[in-house]
């Protein structure tokens, strides 16, 4: 069936590194990605989108790529600081509208 | 306000308990979202109200019952629970329903049923 999922479940990286979170998805008709962020005890913050026209975005810190040819997703976070530790999840829209979320990786920073 | 108000945040309820979840939002939002998350889990679309009217059910026990008293306002509820109903319970809103996607999430209720 149709799913959205994520390459690794945890990713551990070094205070100051840049991070890469993947994530693929089968929808080809998914035409509107986003990443959330979800800090524990929290609910999931947006934390950048991309429209299936558009190949990269970019924000503060964060990159969205997306790659429709293979069917991928990532979220780069440049100079990754302990207040990124987090789940990541990605999710995506189709032609019904309905968000799904991925399965989501852990991001644990080291100091 | 950019904010989705949930109360309470923590909820323990018996099996033989009836409670209510409730949900505010003050963006002039018109679509509003339940969604369930187990712990280490994604989370799932439970309902969407649109303008008010229920337009997803997404096949949730009849035990979970949404209400929409108004446009700013989401109430889920609770009866006859049973323990795998422990969960996070999200409320989100956004703007129309096709703006599922940059919907604004509420913190969430923790619900163990015990």
């Known amino acids: 069936g149709e799913s959205v999922g994520l390459h690794l479940p945890t990713l551990s990286v070094q205070e100051g590194d840049n991070s890469i979170i993947n994530c693929a998805y089968s929808n080809s008709a998914s035409d509107y990605f986003i990443w959330y962020k979800q800090e524990s005890g929290k609910g999931p913050q947006f934390i950048i989108d991309?429209?299936?026209?558009?190949d990269k975005r970019q924000g503060q810190r964060v990159t969205v790529l997306l790659n429709k040819t293979v069917k991928h997703l990532s979220l780069q976070i440049a100079a990754t600081q302990p207040g990124d530790s987090a789940v990541y999840f990605c999710?995506?829209?189709?032609?019904?509208?309905?968000?799904?979320f991925g399965k989501g990786i852990t991001l644990s920073v080291r100091p | 306000d950019t904010e989705v108000t949930q109360t309470p945040k923590h909820l323990v309820m018996g099996m033989t308990n009836k409670k209510s979840l409730k949900c505010e939002q003050h963006m002039g939002h018109r679509a509003m979202y339940w969604y369930k998350q187990k712990a280490k889990k994604p989370p799932e679309l439970m309902f969407v109200y649109s303008y008010e009217k229920l337009s997803i059910n997404e096949s949730v026990p009849s035990r979970f019952s949404p209400e929409c008293p108004n446009s700013s306002l989401l109430n889920l509820h609770l009866h006859a629970l049973q323990p795998e109903d422990s969960a996070l319970y999200l409320c989100?809103?956004?703007?129309?329903?096709?703006?599922?996607?940059?919907?604004?999430f509420g913190q969430g209720t923790r619900l163990t049923v015990v």
């Open positions: 991309i429209r299936s026209n558009m």
């Open positions: 989100a809103s956004s703007q129309d329903r096709l703006g599922q996607g940059e919907a604004f």
């Open positions: 999710a995506e829209t189709g032609a019904n509208s309905k968000l799904t």
